[in-house]
């Protein structure tokens, strides 16, 4: 086992590029670097929890597994031509994923970029989404609206190409803003990431029949002020329908009939659509102005449209070439072994919240408040986590702990799988609930 102090002087000789030092000179190039990062590691003396164990692969960052990131960037890999099926790891190390993240990227002689913008409806499956395209689950999701909270980034790198996904928060209303008590970064957020947009990916649940007939109002605004980014319609969900055939009036409802500035052939479809879906005053914005004729409901600008699963890889995989194909000759923006601009904390605080959201009931998920106390590595390289969830009432704190602790335990094992995908390290996580005074 390589330690500690040894493995930190390996991974800074190597981005140095220092050749041919002895260890007191290591040592001196490391404590150097280590003051002006201000990196500074925390030690507890105990801590219990689940524990999760991943392969141990033989490398420089043993903790990453294959193809990390880190081995990328010290270049102590060679990664084959295509990054689909090895996506790289995050490092547990805030220090070292901001040090990778202002690294010069890694370009081929003729680079492609591309910008990606995802919009649509709250629970429209954009974060599922952007899990599939990046082959690794780095955006939180689950059933209840507004998993997601603030912009993220996620970078697709392969061959030549360069995608970088915005996953946004759900758009909605300032009316719903106010009345839920949200964040500002809901409203501002998507509106922030169309400015240095080249692609916008509009996402539609054809599963839910109540909004699967129109573009939210908010949508409709977004494409309408930012008519120059070029935009496409991804109908997500279309495993749940029964009938295939809606898919032809929605597509027809939802394009105004069409797409790539050529009519579609569905007249039929088109006529259905005339007078059964026009919304109500329940679907109307507050930003939404009607000037004496029938609401819009559709947007005709669309380039291109795709009827997918977002949980089907086949699926997901031909949306994936599409935007690769679509990127522009440009430099790249990251590192090749850049998977997420998100820091491992920030993640991890994400993944917490997606499993409280999934098993406490209504309103007490977005109560929970949520303060790290531990962070740092074991001595065989493990991620050790040890996090506090704070809540106002103590009818709460016997829900979220559930009968016999079976429920916050539960959680915490959850959490643990999905931190150790993201990180391919081991990880021992512990959460502890507390009554906030």
């Known amino acids: 086992m390589v330690a500690p102090g040894r493995r930190a002087a390996m991974f800074f000789r190597a981005v140095l590029g220092v050749r041919q030092l002895g260890p007191d000179a290591a040592r001196g190039w490391v404590t150097g670097l280590f003051s002006l990062l201000d990196c500074q590691r925390r030690c507890v003396s105990c801590f219990a929890g689940a524990a999760f164990s991943g392969p141990r692969l033989a490398s420089a960052s043993r903790r990453y597994g294959q193809s990390s990131a880190l081995d990328r960037f010290l270049g102590l890999s060679q990664p084959d031509s295509s990054l689909t099926s090895h996506p790289p790891a995050v490092s547990i190390h805030r220090d070292e994923q901001d040090l990778l993240l202002v690294h010069r990227p890694d370009m081929p002689e003729n680079p492609r970029v591309l910008r990606v913008v995802l919009l649509g409806a709250p629970n429209a499956g954009k974060s599922t989404l952007s899990n599939q395209l990046l082959g690794r689950k780095v955006f939180p999701v689950s ?26 928060p759900g758009l909605i209303s300032p009316v719903k803003q106010k009345r839920h008590h949200l964040e500002l970064s809901l409203l501002e957020d998507p509106w922030k990431s169309m400015e240095s947009a080249d692609m916008v990916v509009v996402l539609v649940d054809v599963s839910d029949k109540w909004t699967r007939n129109q573009l939210s109002p908010q949508v409709l605004q977004c494409l309408t002020q930012f008519s120059q980014v070029p935009s496409i319609l991804v109908m997500n969900k279309v495993d749940c329908l029964k009938q295939k055939s809606i898919l032809l009036e929605l597509t027809a409802a939802l394009t105004e009939g069409v797409v790539n500035g050529k009519k579609l052939k569905m007249r039929e479809a088109v006529r259905s659509q005339a007078g059964a879906h026009r919304p109500g005053p ?110 106002p009432k103590e009818s709460h704190v016997k829900i979220l702990i559930g009968p016999k602790g079976h429920l916050i335990s539960q959680i915490a094992q959850e959490v643990g799988r999905d931190l150790m995908d993201i990180f391919l390290c081991d990880v021992r996580l512990r959460l502890s609930v507390k009554l906030l005074k």
């Open 143 to 168: 059933k209840k609206v507004h998993t997601t909270r603030c912009q993220a980034l996620g970078i697709i790198t392969e061959k030549e190409a360069q995608v970088i996904l915005l996953d946004t």
């Open 282 to 391: 329940a679907a109307k914005g507050p930003n939404t102005q009607s000037v004496g004729g029938p609401q819009k409901i559709g947007w005709p600008h669309f380039q291109e449209i795709f009827m997918l699963s977002a949980l089907s890889q086949e699926d997901v995989k031909i949306l994936k070439q599409y935007l690769l194909a679509q990127a522009r000759p440009g430099p790249w923006e990251f590192h090749s072994g850049v998977l997420t601009s998100q820091t491992p904390e920030e993640i991890c605080a994400n993944t917490i919240r997606e499993k409280l959201l999934e098993h406490l009931p209504q309103e007490i998920p977005y109560n929970v408040q949520q303060r790290t106390v531990v962070w740092e590595e074991g001595p065989s390289g493990e991620l050790v986590i040890e996090q506090k969830l704070l809540v």
